[in-house]
């Protein structure tokens, strides 16, 4: 009978406990990390530069996107080819407003998502290489190279199953679940090879200026 009721007591003292840390944690919301807005992201990257302004959605797509802050920006090379980039940031993924994946707006648009696999990003100079989504997408008489991957408190990943979990753990161990999408589209003009190289060597020279808007 002893034993029964101190695992009883044991019981209510960890449920209390467990419910005052719980209270404690959301009263603590989400910590505060200093960033640069995505407008300032660099215009030269290597030997890309950027094209045109700065492109926004409208009241409506940004409403289903939710992003707290995004760029949009088309590049150029010497060469004429062009990659554009996307960067759709959330400063907290607690609310309900999470990434908006490719996956999921690209059909509905007509692209067509083919021949999935990952390629290895190496940022330009230095840093850990990681793995990144890559598609071709054909959309009538149009065809592209897609790559995209997830971003954020020092992690970059093609896993939106591994991102969700360091989502929650990072949530509870340092109270953030701040992120990005990234994306970028090259259109398919001599090769899907060739594409493919310009789609890598672009996003390497991107990759190491993402940690000023999107936090470590």
């Excluded at 088309?74 to 407003?97: I, P």
């Excluded at 490719?102 to 990952?118: F, I, K, M, Q, R």
């Excluded at 065809?143 to 591994?162: C, H, I, M, N, P």
Aim: hydrophobic share 40%; glycine share 8%; proline share 5%.
């Amino acid at each position: 009978m002893k034993s029964k009721q101190v695992r009883f007591w044991l019981l209510v003292v960890l449920l209390l406990a467990s419910g005052a840390l719980i209270h404690a944690w959301e009263r603590a919301g989400e910590a505060h990390i200093e960033r640069r807005a995505l407008k300032d992201f660099p215009t030269h990257l290597g030997g890309w530069r950027q094209v045109g302004v700065d492109v926004r959605f409208n009241a409506e797509t940004e409403a289903i996107l939710r992003a707290h802050d995004y760029v949009l920006r088309d590049f150029t090379n010497d060469e004429g080819r062009v990659a554009s980039l996307y960067v759709g940031y959330y400063d907290t993924q607690r609310a309900g407003a999470l990434y908006h994946s490719p996956l999921n707006c690209l059909p509905g648009s007509g692209w067509v998502l083919s021949e999935p696999a990952t390629m290895q990003i190496t940022p330009e100079g230095g840093g850990a290489p990681f793995e990144a989504n890559r598609y071709i997408i054909p959309n009538g008489d149009s065809k592209q190279f897609l790559v995209y991957w997830y971003q954020g408190r020092g992690r970059a990943t093609a896993s939106e199953y591994w991102d969700k979990v360091y989502t929650v753990l990072d949530s509870v161990r340092r109270r953030r679940s701040d992120g990005a999408m990234v994306r970028v589209l090259v259109p398919v003009r001599k090769s899907d090879d060739d594409a493919h190289a310009l789609a890598q060597d672009f996003a390497s020279r991107a990759a190491p200026h993402l940690r000023d808007y999107v936090p470590e």
